[in-house]
């Protein structure tokens, strides 16, 4: 699934140029943008970098300044949000207290005048979606926040909508929950062939559910890709620093060929020979981004100082997560590695321990060179 490598892909959701001004304030910034039809897409971002108002401008809570939103070939504007395919499902839930779960879910389609039977149709069907079936008849207050937000959402659905809007929806849960959540929220997208749009300041959480992800600074989209190629190719430092932990070596462009590049470390302790090119010139100064877990750590002999793809080096803090140990190690004078390591035996005792010299490695694709 990723219409978006076809150039003849019709998109569902596009945003031209938009931009929204709050007086002086440029909350989205002449930012285009194209989502497909059955994708999970994710706008993730720190905060206040304008996610939210692109979710509520497509919603039609907000008006853009500048710019047209599309939705199946259809100008937006002008649509109230009551006439939009559109439904958003917010943080705070906003459930109906005096009314039971199933009332809740049945409230908006009673309102577009639906008949009873075809109501007590869809609502049993949401019910069983959403694994509330043993609480239909539980008022909000008898609920657990998670099943709270299960009825929430089966709300949101029960409408159909072309596109289901989600505002940072699992921020509320605690981590086992949200992670749960997140599986069942993928699991309801498969079966219902919906579009979902969702807002989150969560890294993993975009990773998780996301087929694509815009990842969002002051207006703007930095990247935007699959999970897997932001994780392994961001495109700046922002980017790189946002998603995941990541070592960003400070080096200046030492020699170019067809072949790659090679990198002097800024510290000057060693040399990265990598199979990328990049568009500076020798001489210049680059950033190399190199996740924790591509480097490889062990005992052995300092290697010459300015050797290629491994360097020296002294353990002073060993983090233990369970799954996995980062370890952080002094480079010289001036520079610090994280390498993080798979505990795949039970640590009995720790082959590497603090204070230990060690020697950290990788290879030719660990990393990716930056200019900005
Ligand atoms: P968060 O995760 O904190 O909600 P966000 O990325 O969703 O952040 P937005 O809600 O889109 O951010 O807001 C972007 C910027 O626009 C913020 O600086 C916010 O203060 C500003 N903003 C949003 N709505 C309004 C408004 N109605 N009037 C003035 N400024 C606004």
């Not at 086992?176 to 929220?185: D, I, N, P, S, V």
């Not at 930095?222 to 960003?248: C, R, W």
């Not at 020979?273 to 750590?297: H, L, S």
Request: with cysteine.
């Amino acid at each position: 699934f990723s219409p978006w490598d076809d150039p003849a892909a019709k998109p569902f959701i596009e945003f031209r140029n938009v931009t929204k001004r709050f007086g002086d304030f440029t909350a989205v910034d002449n930012l285009s943008l194209k989502i497909y039809e059955r994708e999970f897409f994710a706008l993730l971002g720190g905060s206040g970098c304008g996610k939210t108002t692109m979710m509520r401008m497509l919603a039609g809570f907000e008006t853009p300044t500048e710019g047209q939103i599309l939705l199946d070939g259809q100008d937006l504007a002008g649509v109230p949000p009551y006439k939009r395919p559109t439904n958003m499902m917010f943080q705070s839930y906003a459930l109906f207290p005096h009314m039971n779960v199933e009332a809740n879910i049945a409230f908006g389609l009673k309102q577009d005048g639906m008949p009873k039977a075809q109501i007590a149709e869809r609502v049993a069907e949401m019910l069983r979606l959403t694994k509330l079936v043993p609480f239909a008849k539980r008022k909000p207050h008898q609920l657990s926040g998670g099943q709270r937000q299960r009825v929430a959402l089966a709300r949101s659905l029960a409408k159909r909508p072309k596109v289901l809007l989600l505002d940072e929806p699992l921020g509320a849960l605690d981590r086992k929950l949200r992670e749960e959540t997140q599986f069942e929220l993928m699991t309801l997208q498969e079966e219902l062939k919906m579009t979902f749009l969702i807002v989150t300041h969560d890294q993993e959480e975009a990773m998780t559910v996301a087929d694509r992800i815009a990842v969002m600074d002051a207006g703007k989209i930095i990247q935007m890709a699959p999970p897997a190629e932001i994780y392994e190719t961001p495109n700046s430092k922002f980017v790189a620093d946002f998603i995941g932990d990541v070592n960003l070596i400070e080096a200046k462009v030492a020699e170019k060929s067809p072949q790659g590049t090679i990198l002097q470390a800024a510290s000057g302790e060693f040399c990265i020979d990598t199979i990328q090119e990049t568009p500076a010139a020798v001489g210049d100064t680059v950033w190399y981004a190199m996740r924790p877990e591509k480097i490889r750590i062990a005992h052995g002999d300092t290697p010459e100082a300015n050797a290629v793809n491994k360097v020296g080096a002294e353990v002073w803090d060993i983090a233990y997560l369970g799954d996995i140990s980062i370890f952080h190690s002094r480079v010289g004078e001036k520079e610090t590695l994280r390498a993080t390591v798979a505990n795949i035996t039970r640590l009995v005792e720790r082959p590497i321990a603090w204070d230990d010299k060690v020697v950290l490695s990788w290879e030719r694709d660990a990393g990716v060179i930056l200019t900005a």
